[in-house]
């Protein structure tokens, strides 16, 4: 089993910036591809990024390209979403995912049906 626990949410204004984290416990290795997704209000659960377990391949959704940016420290276990130029659409709760890439061919994965491990989410709220 593996445990993520997301972290870095809260309340910023449109045009603010915050680094989301999520760390990574229990049974984990380094063979881990990751993802952010993130639910709004009434809405369903979107993808926001994605990285390999590497790190070395990323993606990042049409609505949060130029302002997003995923990384990851693989000694911390840990990987981070970076975001500026928030806007008031970007509020939602976030999630952590993870996914298992078994033989290393470094990919990444953009659907939520993909990732086997979640965190419980964090709030992000931006105010106009």
């Known amino acids: 089993q593996v445990q993520l626990i997301e972290s870095g949410g809260g309340l910023v204004q449109a045009g603010g910036s915050l680094r989301l984290s999520c760390a990574a416990s229990?049974?984990?290795?380094?063979?881990?591809?990751m993802g952010w997704f993130r639910q709004a209000p009434g809405k369903e659960r979107e993808f926001v990024a994605a990285?390999?377990?590497?790190?070395?391949?990323?993606y990042l959704a049409e609505s949060v390209k130029g302002r997003f940016t995923i990384s990851r420290d693989s000694a911390k276990n840990t990987v981070y979403l970076r975001m500026n130029s928030l806007k008031p659409e970007d509020t939602a709760v976030y999630y952590c995912?993870?996914?298992?890439?078994?033989?290393?061919?470094?990919?990444?994965?953009?659907?939520?049906?993909?990732?086997?491990?979640w965190g419980q989410g964090t709030q992000v709220t931006v105010s106009s």
């Open positions: 995912a993870a996914e298992r890439d078994t033989y290393y061919s470094g990919t990444y994965y953009v659907s939520e049906d993909q990732y086997e491990y």
């Open positions: 229990g049974r984990t290795s380094s063979n881990y591809a």
């Open positions: 990285c390999s377990w590497s790190g070395g391949r990323s």
